[in-house]
RNA sequence: GCCGCGUUCGUCUAGUGGCCUAGGACACUUGGUUUUCAUCCAAGGAAUCAGGGGUUCGACUCCCCUACGCGGUACCA
């Protein structure tokens, strides 16, 4: 649809090869749960069109920058198996892909735009930009630069040379509406007058972010646009940069941001946000990506469990919802819980192995034996060590009285006695025990663990051991 | 302030004009199984579909307005 005066809505009809891409800034701890949600979305659509799934550093901001950040992201992204076919690691046909090793091709482009009359230098100072500021919110207008520098400035050339600082900006014309379709919310318009006139280089000689994605995609031949929903307000600038170029104009979709439980913006302030936490926390990937599916889409038959693959089958971008969900813990935990139980022993006993040095410490027959109990019991992998105290001498203290002590040592007889340790024998005892001093289990497992529930206890003492088992009483009754 | 995007149980969601006296999942409550806890099974409470106007024989579904929430408004991304 072309209208009045208006950018044209693009028109999708090449046959492109789909090819999608995240583009994370390192300038945190880690890959951000919002960016492994984008990334999570980017990878299905990648793989569902037998596309590629590409991964760009954008690291042209020199003050927020964090060393080392790159590789984290990177990793964490990889512990995740959302597997990248390009990436600044891995290489590729259109490498670099790491922003600042790119610097000399935004040049060439921002020149470009400046020939062309759509970007123009500015040599205004902070001061000057900090007072235009000030004054256009004391008369109540619309922040934004005044196109000083476009309408003064006739020696650019000589400033340059003379190595006055300056940054290059997009030249917006006024009263032109600007449309960009979006695969989840639709036809998007915006008025050119809300647009400022973006810094596109800097004065670093760094391209701002505007610059640098849209050169890169379409360097990259990025077909797919597949980013937060923070990025609306800011993509009539790339559409106008898009035109301006030439350029084919790609597919928007803007993803619900996730939120906090106060629905702002899912922040490290309100919630744990780095993907290694989760994974530090005993969360099972294929859970946390199964989990975030599930936020702004929903299974064709409304299953809750389902498998990557299933999910690169059924998802379509245009299925999501444009609502922001609250990234719901609880139900993470859930989730979680779900797979462990889906593990086989072997599987499972490999995951605890790797995440748990203390479970090295056990035997492979205890910890085989250990294996079923537990599986019903964890919700993450760190339940490991709260629920297996016992086997490494972590009881909590507690008080026992009279009863309790009196219970413990009729067991310290009847429990020595038991030639083959095994638990239906001790089972027997127990039971015994309980029905003659008519106590409850809980009083049980107080006794020989401090605590008043836990894994089966027969079984635990089992594998705890006789010695262990009857020590552990003998420390009761003193 | 201005601009944009949203609004179905506490939360994630189903719903694309009649199947909806609104379905599922998490959480919660109760009961069953059980050697504690958990698992598992069953039952239950929980949304007058933000509010108000239209359009229509009929609206959660389409349109408009209001309210509220979120996002943007940087030489951050």
């Known amino acids: 649809m072309v209208r009045q005066g208006s950018t044209q809505v693009y028109k999708h009809d090449s046959n492109r090869p789909v090819r999608t891409r995240i583009p994370p800034s390192p300038t945190g701890e880690d890959i951000h749960v919002g960016n492994l949600y984008t990334a999570l979305i980017n990878f299905a659509v990648a793989r569902k069109n037998n596309g590629k799934f590409i991964i760009r550093i954008e690291d042209t901001d020199r003050q927020r ?26 290489g590729g046909p259109h490498a670099p892909y790491r922003q600042s090793e790119r610097l000399s091709i ?29 004054n256009q919110i004391k008369e109540n207008k619309k922040t934004g630069y005044d196109k000083h520098c476009l309408l003064t400035v006739k020696n650019a050339d000589k400033l340059i040379k003379k190595n006055t600082p300056f940054v290059v900006r997009l030249n917006v014309r006024p009263d032109k509406k600007i449309c960009f379709k979006d695969i989840i919310r ?21 391209p701002t972010y505007h610059l640098g994605v849209v050169v890169d ?17 800011s993509t009539p600038k790339h559409v106008l940069l898009y035109e301006s170029f030439g350029w084919e104009m790609p597919i928007f979709a803007h993803l619900p941001i996730l939120r906090n439980p106060d629905k702002s913006k899912l922040s490290k302030r309100k919630n744990p946000v780095w993907a290694s936490w989760y994974l530090k926390e005993g969360f099972l990937p294929e859970a946390m990506l199964n989990y975030l599916a599930l936020l702004g889409w929903s299974h064709p038959e409304e299953k ?7 999910f690169i089958n059924l998802f379509k971008l245009e299925d999501v919802k444009p609502v922001g969900p609250i990234f719901d813990l609880v139900k993470l935990k859930w989730m979680n819980q779900q797979y462990i139980q889906m ?16 479970s090295k410490k056990l035997s492979d027959e205890a910890l085989r034996k250990l294996i079923p109990l537990l599986k019903s019991r964890m919700e993450t992998l760190l339940d490991f060590e709260r629920l297996t105290g016992v086997f490494f001498d972590e009881i909590p203290v507690v008080d026992f009285d009279d009863k309790e002590k009196e219970i413990a040592k009729t067991l310290i007889e009847d429990l020595s006695k038991i030639e083959d340790w095994k638990s239906d024998a001790i089972f027997n005892i127990i039971k015994g025990m309980m029905e003659k001093s008519k ?40």
């Not at 995609?217 to 307000?233: G, N, P, Q, V, Y």
């Not at 593990?343 to 203390?358: G, Q, V």
Request: glycine fraction near 6%.
């Open 65 to 90: 920058y964090q060393k080392g950040a790159e590789e984290k992201i990177l990793s964490s992204i990889k512990k995740f198996n959302l597997n990248y076919d390009e990436g600044p690691d891995i």
């Open 106 to 134: 935004y040049d060439g482009y921002a020149k470009e735009l400046i020939d062309k009359g759509d970007a123009y230098y500015c040599f205004c100072t902070k001061e000057r930009l900090i007072e235009l500021r000030e």
């Open 186 to 206: 639709g036809e998007i318009t915006i008025d050119s007058s809300e647009i400022d006139d973006q810094v596109l280089l800097k004065s670093d000689g760094y």
């Open 217 to 233: 995609d379409h360097l990259m031949e990025i077909t797919h646009i597949i980013r937060a929903e923070e990025w609306i307000s």
């Open 304 to 310: 809750e469990i389902f498998s990557l693959t299933e």
């Open 343 to 358: 593990k086989s022993d072997k599987e499972l006993m490999k995951l605890i192995l790797d995440f748990s040095d203390k």
């Open 439 to 478: 106590t409850r289990m809980p009083i049980f497992y107080k006794i020989f663990t401090g605590v008043e529930r836990g894994l089966p206890l027969p079984e635990t003492l089992e594998i705890l051991g006789k010695n262990k088992s009857i020590k552990r009483l003998t420390e009761v009754i003193k």
